[in-house]
């Protein structure tokens, strides 16, 4: 009898020590997020900052199926995350599924210009500006006070997948300056509304695009880099003090690009690579620089 008891209580322990194994097997895959800015084209600000209290994820064919990917509230000066710089919003262990939405929560803004002036917008107490829906689909969910986006294509994680993706916020669509003025070059402005205006776009399926302004002095700061697809401006950035430039997260597909700077002009020699279509390819890496000449 003892040996039978002894039996059955091993057997126990076996099935309890199965069960408790498959609770903590669960598939999960890991999926970061960061991000970066398409910077705005005036240079009298020294921040202008987001403060990001929560990230979820989930399926919008299921309401009770989103993840917090980050409920720690952090502030982030866009005009440092330029040309290919970018900050990690979360990095996290999600169990292994199909999602398709994302939702971000930004309770407050900021900018601070160089004459000491700052502005701040609380989306909490004064909504965001505009309403309904967005580029690239996103909106703004008024129940949740969040930013729905939408994943162009379905995230899927399998068991020890690793999927990173960019958020790119544009600072000069999505700050709305309100009464600017101009005294001997000086900008003044009594405000400014938030209305969030970003692309999200996956790693592995995206290129960079990367080069250098210059004239015959020396690399040209402060440039503005355009780059089109489908005849529409898709993203911007300026070029830095070095002359230098990036887009980052470019997807696949043909684009077009061109720089502007005041004063200046393309050189009719020197910007053959530019002139034409820009094929991006996944993971690609495409350097295109541009020759300019003064146009006076």
Known sequence: MKKIKYFFVAISIIVAASCANDNTTEPVGTLSLKLTDAPMHYGQFMSASV??????????????????????PMKYNLLELVNGITS???TAEIPAGDYNLMRLYISSTEMKMLN????????????????GMMQNGMMLNNQN???????????????????????DMDVDQSFMLEGVNYNNMMMSMTGFTFMPTMRFVDLATSGTINGTVNGSDGNLPNATISLMHNGTLYT?????????YAFIGIPQGNYTIKAVLDGYMMNPVGNEENMGVLNMMSKATLNVDFNMMPSN
Do not use: W
């Not at 000491?116 to 107490?125: A, E, K, P, R, V």
């Not at 006070?145 to 958020?167: A, F, H, K, M």
């Open 51 to 72: 403060t990001i209290d929560k990230i979820e994820i989930g399926n919008s064919a299921h309401t009770n199926s989103f993840i917090i990917l980050t409920n720690t």
């Open 88 to 90: 990690t919003l979360a």
């Open 116 to 131: 000491g002036d700052s502005f701040t917008y609380n989306m909490d107490q004064e909504g965001y500006s505009g309403s």
């Open 145 to 167: 006070r969040s930013i729905d986006i939408p994943l162009n294509q379905v995230l899927t994680i399998s068991n020890g997948s690793i999927s990173e993706y960019l958020l």
């Open 236 to 244: 911007t950035t300026h070029s830095n003090e070095n002359g230098n």
